[in-house]
């Protein structure tokens, strides 16, 4: 039961490099989502989808681009990397029922450091 | 959006214990409060969920009390154990409409043996 997996784990880049997290889930989840924790903040929203094709805004999703061509991936992009995005990236799925999302299931995470 | 708040913000509880964390919420129309634990270097995991028609909901050691009138939920945990410390988060929600989801800060439970 693979579940929702990330890759990198740790990833360090210079300012302005791009690169691009992965997130895959094999449990035909039709939300995803995208949050970064900071000490002190918890976790905060990026991007989300509600099923292939449809992305939309979470409370910080300056820096960051999403797609989602199918139902099992949902990458993050970061086009032009600043210190200020150093954090750790956790990736979210659900099944919804309807428009009904509930319990989420977390990847691991991605530990990025931008220098 | 939602507003969440959580309370404490660290908690250390002798091993054998029982350990409550809160959480309030602003918006009226959240119906479904669930609790995250988050142990180190791996991502949250749901333990426990009540939604807004269930006063409160026990799972063998971990409960979780709803009171919708006055915004909050509480998370308890009794005859604590080493392994229950891990960073405890709450996400209260409108699950209709795919509603974007708001965690409160967290909570560090250190349970001491």
């Known amino acids: 039961n693979a579940g929702v997996t990330q890759t990198p784990k740790f990833q360090v880049l210079k300012t302005g490099q791009s690169m691009t997290l992965q997130c895959a889930q094999d449990?035909?989840?039709?939300?995803m989502s995208w949050y970064r924790q900071d000490p002190g903040m918890g976790l905060r929203l990026i991007h989300y989808?509600?099923?292939?094709?449809?992305?939309d805004q979470g409370e910080v999703p300056n820096g960051y681009n999403v797609s989602r061509s199918t139902t099992e991936d949902f990458p993050l992009r970061l086009l032009s990397a600043a210190p200020s995005q150093t954090s750790v990236y956790f990736c979210a799925s659900s099944y919804a029922s309807g428009a009904v999302v509930e319990k989420l299931f977390f990847g691991s995470g991605t530990q990025l450091s931008v220098l | 959006g939602e507003n969440v708040e959580q309370h404490p913000s660290t908690l250390s509880v002798q091993e054998g214990d029982s350990a409550v964390i809160k959480c309030t919420y602003s918006?009226?129309?959240?119906?479904?409060f669930p609790w995250y634990k988050q142990e180190l270097g791996k991502g949250p995991q749901l333990i426990i969920d009540i939604r807004s028609n269930v006063g409160e909901k026990k799972d063998q050691r971990i409960a979780v009390t709803l009171n919708k009138t006055a915004k909050h939920f509480s998370l308890h945990i009794t005859e604590t154990q080493p392994e229950d410390s891990a960073v405890y988060f709450c996400?209260?929600?409108?699950?209709?409409?795919?509603?974007?989801?708001?965690f409160g800060t967290g909570t560090k439970l250190q349970v001491i043996p």
């Open positions: 996400a209260p929600m409108n699950s209709g409409g795919y509603q974007k989801v708001t």
């Open positions: 989808s509600v099923g292939a094709g449809i992305t």
């Open positions: 449990m035909n989840h039709e939300y």
């Open positions: 918006d009226s129309a959240s119906n479904y």
